[in-house]
């Protein structure tokens, strides 16, 4: 027999029938369904959440706090001069670092940092690059161009 989407079935045992809510006393699930008597808990569209416990100070308040995280921070995703070196172009581009693997997302914004040797003469289009990979790159004479 061939192996069609019709004719696909759950293992056994991984399903199970629903809760029958609200089926009489002797049921164990009637009257209050399950639910004990009034309170948040027992309303319809309650939502257990996270970090909610109770009456108990939470955990997120007691933790102490420390440092700023600056909310107008750019992250840059980081390649080394080393890396570049494998690169045969004469320009290095995003799209090149990207179809070379060398960058991951096509959309971040990345750094040359100054971690290998370069020795051939290229331009290097990036969106920043540290003092030691720039003075690198011009030292093999080449040149590098900020992207906006």
């Known amino acids: 027999m061939t192996l069609r989407l019709g004719s696909l079935k759950a293992p056994k045992g991984s399903t199970r029938n629903r809760k029958r809510l609200g089926r009489g006393v002797g049921s164990t699930l009637g009257k209050t369904c399950g639910k004990g008597h009034k309170g948040h808990q027992a309303r319809s569209g309650y939502k257990r959440r996270a970090h909610r416990e109770g009456g108990q100070m939470p ?70 690059f540290s003092k030691s990979a720039r003075a690198k790159i011009e030292a093999a004479g080449g040149r590098c161009e900020v992207i906006a």
């Open 59 to 128: 955990l997120y308040r007691k933790l102490p706090k420390r440092g700023f995280k600056n909310p107008n921070r750019v992250e840059f995703e980081a390649i080394n001069v080393g890396r570049l070196a494998q690169l045969d172009t004469p320009e290095i581009t995003m799209e090149i670092l990207h179809t070379g693997r060398l960058l991951a997302a096509r959309r971040a914004k990345y750094k040359i940092l100054g971690q290998g040797d370069f020795t051939r003469a290229c331009v290097v289009f990036a969106h920043a």
